[in-house]
């Protein structure tokens, strides 16, 4: 599940309340999302600035200005990045990091490590991490920065807390194929929800719109790294751009699972404004499609609606395991819409 940023922060201020703020947070996100800011507040919620009064010479209240990460950057923050060469971020960053966090400080702060594009650590590097992961000092808070998360190692993995960020972009093509989408339901719903031929052809018109998505995508990252191959053959060590070409098909997958997500959550929000109407409820999720779910609602009883709101959350939860993605959604489009 998805964050926006202001929630991921308010789950962390909350923890950080209660004294249960985890030793370790994996942002993830896509450029857009807000991973660095987040990163950025949460430092000055656990290392507040010091109070100077917060007021102007008019007696006006003066909100604070949030510091970027390289502002706050200092004795009690270290931000580590990949290195300008070799792209990667080496085993001697990382150890730099860890003697950092045994340096004495002043009582009641927070030493910080920030890893800015986290899966680009080499092997040496994530093996001397996860020492600092599992041996944690007191009052020490690492925040893993990264958009392709699957390129780091489980066992780093599952020592962090993730926190996903939705993104804050315009996203244009998400919501053309959202649009499509819903227009795929309408055009189910007039047919009348209830047949094999009609749940087949709004499974069909999904699939189109996710092997769209998936075209794009792969072709914004093909482009991507050609870019780098061309600015960095020449300037590179070892191996970086084999794993570079590893990191773009693992960003691809990840992307097209996000899209994946994006539209399987339209199919439950629109099935729930169908529900929603024949419980009389006001607020929908689609109000624009209001006069076609309420026909859909009319032709239903309550319990049928039911039953075909939990096939589609089934769908989600077996999506997100190994299950087989043509037969999953085959199965749960015939369940929820024929």
Not at 263 to 282: A, P, T, Y
Request: glycine fraction near 6%; charged fraction near 30%.
């Amino acid at each position: 599940m998805a964050f926006t940023a202001d929630k991921a922060y308010d789950l962390m201020q909350s923890a950080h309340e209660r004294g249960r703020l985890a030793h370790a947070f994996l942002i993830t996100g896509e450029a857009g999302s807000g991973k660095a800011d987040l990163a950025a507040r949460v430092i000055s919620l656990i290392n507040p600035a010091p109070d100077t009064g917060g007021a102007n010479l008019f007696g006006e209240v003066v909100e604070p200005v949030q510091k970027s990460l390289d502002e706050l950057e200092g004795d009690l923050v270290r931000l580590v990045r990949p290195q300008s060469k070799s792209r990667r971020i080496v085993v001697d960053d990382i150890r730099e990091l860890e003697k950092s966090f045994y340096v004495a400080s002043a009582p009641g702060k927070w030493k910080v490590g920030v890893i800015l594009g986290a899966d680009r650590m080499g092997v040496g590097a994530e093996n001397a991490f996860l020492k600092t992961l599992e041996e944690p000092p007191a009052d020490c808070l690492l925040l893993l920065i990264s958009d392709a998360p699957e390129l780091l190692l489980p066992t780093i993995l599952s020592r962090c807390v993730r926190l996903p960020l939705m993104a804050t972009d315009d996203g244009r093509a998400t919501t053309a194929s959202q649009d499509e989408l819903l227009s795929a339901l309408s055009s189910m719903a007039r047919q009348g929800m209830g047949s094999v031929g009609s749940a087949l052809s709004l499974r069909a018109s999904f699939s189109s719109i996710l092997t769209k998505r998936r075209a794009e995508i792969s072709k914004r990252n093909d482009l991507a790294l050609k870019e780098e191959t061309k600015k960095y053959k020449n300037t590179t060590e070892g191996d970086w751009l084999s794993k570079r070409e590893k990191f773009y098909l693992a960003q691809t997958e990840s992307e097209y699972i996000r899209e994946r997500e994006k539209l399987l959550e339209v199919l439950v929000s629109w099935m729930g404004d169908v529900v929603r109407q024949k419980c009389s409820v006001e607020r929908l999720d689609f109000p624009d499609e209001k006069q076609i779910t309420a026909q859909v609602a009319h032709r239903h009883d309550l319990t049928d609606l039911l039953e075909r709101m939990d096939a589609m959350d089934q769908l989600r939860a077996h999506m997100e395991t190994n299950v087989q993605e043509q037969l999953a959604l085959e199965v749960a489009f015939l369940t929820a819409f024929g």
